[in-house]
């Protein structure tokens, strides 16, 4: 079992960064692939990064290639989602997400979730 928690949401302008951190216990939080995704009003969730168990590895939806950085820091138990020049289409609720086998775009194949966190772009 992983435990993930979700901090680092707030109300940004348009340009502005954010930096989403998503805390996990439980289970060594370094054998698991970990995921963001986002979930905007009346959308489906949708994938936003994700990194493997030991960080070697990255990959990002087209939305957010060059504005959005995935990290993780397994000694600290801690992932990261650093977030440069929003838009407001970046408005969601944000969710990390972990797998010990799946480190995939697919959301319906991570077994633990957090509970989300706010991050609202005004124009």
């Known amino acids: 079992q992983v435990q993930l928690v979700e901090s680092g949401g707030g109300l940004v302008q348009a340009g502005d960064s954010l930096r989403l951190s998503c805390a996990a216990s439980?289970?060594?939080?370094?054998?698991?692939?970990m995921g963001w995704f986002r979930q905007a009003p009346g959308k489906e969730r949708e994938f936003v990064a994700a990194i493997s168990w030991s960080g070697s590895m990255t990959y990002y939806a087209d939305s957010v290639k060059g504005r959005f950085t995935i990290s993780r820091d397994n000694a600290k138990n801690t992932g990261y989602l650093q977030m440069n020049s929003l838009k407001p289409e970046d408005t969601a609720v944000y969710y990390c997400?972990?797998?010990?086998?799946?480190?995939?775009?697919?959301?319906?194949?991570?077994?633990?979730w957090g509970q989300g966190t706010q991050v609202t772009v005004s124009s």
């Open positions: 997400a972990a797998d010990l086998h799946y480190s995939g775009s697919s959301p319906s194949e991570y077994v633990y």
């Open positions: 439980g289970r060594t939080f370094s054998s698991y692939a």
